[in-house]
Each structure stands twice: as structure tokens, then as C-alpha cells.
């Protein structure tokens, strides 16, 4: 199986990585500017690609003719907190925040439906439980909820759209996980969230198309 990972050099989409190598996968492991954790892996099985999902650019490397899984994890957060409150937030940090996190995933499959179509493949989308209006009892971080939010009417567009060629597309939360980008703060750990991930995107036609799952397999209302 050929899978394909945005943002794959740390955190989850490093971990993305290892489980799919560890199960024999060919992995194409995209990653912005530094290779980070990647440089150090050598499976034969393991192709690097160095692509910034923020900018309209091809990537730097050879794209698989046929993608099986296309893993769209690639993400920022912005601003800390207190820089994403009402008083704080600016439009430069809410379009930058957008740009990466929602439009980014959109110009990934732009490049690669093609290739996703060739295999009858999945695409999963990473959102947050923070994109969910339903779940937002506390307010603030304004540029993460909205670009998270925005992803997952476009994942829905894109499953809709794809549906006919034989793509499934989901939308996935990965739980509040101990990562660089949480200050390795958070209620489950990487290998967790990935595991878990993974055992839904291995059931995804089970969900409909372009729905929001949690990494525990629990529908997420939003």
C-alpha cells in the first residue's frame, strides 16, 4: 500500500510514519523545511518529499503514480493563546492560521486526486475537536477553531465530490495528544492517538463519507 503524510518530520504524522512502515507500507513522508526525525530513518520502503502545504508549489521529489492513503496532517497552531483571545487576535495570524491548516490540505488533494482516484484510495483529513462549534464551551483561540472548522466543511465538500470515483474521504480529531505543538501537554499520548487513528482510517468506509471521527472511533458533532 502506497500512503502518503503531510507534515510527517514530527509529533503525529511522525507517528503516522512508523505504523505504516511497520506494516510493510511504502510511506512517502512529506515534511516543510527540515526532514527533522526523518533524516534518521532508513527504510527502503521510506520516500521523503519536502513540500509547504502553506505555499503553491509542487513538491520537491518523486510523487508515487498511485496513492492508496493520502494522510492530510500538516498543521500550526499560531499565535499562543493569549494571541489568539478577542482583543489579541489580528487577520494576519487568522489568515496565516487558514492558509496552512484548511487551504493547505485543498491544494494537497488538488495535486494528488488523481493518483488517490487510480487506487479507489481514502484521503483523511486531520481537524480538532476545536473546529467544532458544538464543543466550544470556552471560547478564544480564534484562528486554530476557525482554519479546524473550515477543513471540515471542506473534508465534507471533497468526500461528496470524490464519492463517485470510488474515494473515501473522513475527517479525523486525534484527541488532545503530547505533542511539540501542545507543549507536550495532553491527555493521550502520540502513539495512542496514532494507533487509534489508524484503526478508523482501516474501517473508514463504515463512516459516511466525510464524516468527523475521533481517534476512539466516537462520532464528533460539530
Sequence with gaps: MNVLITGANRGIGLGFVHHYLEQGCHAWACYRSNP???ADLAPEHLHLLQWDVGLDQDPLGDLPEVIDLLINNAGIYGPGKDGQSLSNITADAMLDVFNVDCVGPLRVVQKLADRVITAKGTIANLSSKMGSS??????GTYA???????LVIISKSMAMDLAPHGVHVITLHPGWVATDMTGNNGLINIETSVRGMCAVIATARNFSPGQFIAFDGKVVPY
Design 36 to 38: 527533522g526525525a526523518l
Design 134 to 139: 458544538d464543543d466550544n464551551s470556552s471560547g
Design 144 to 150: 486554530y477553531r476557525a482554519a479546524k472548522a473550515g
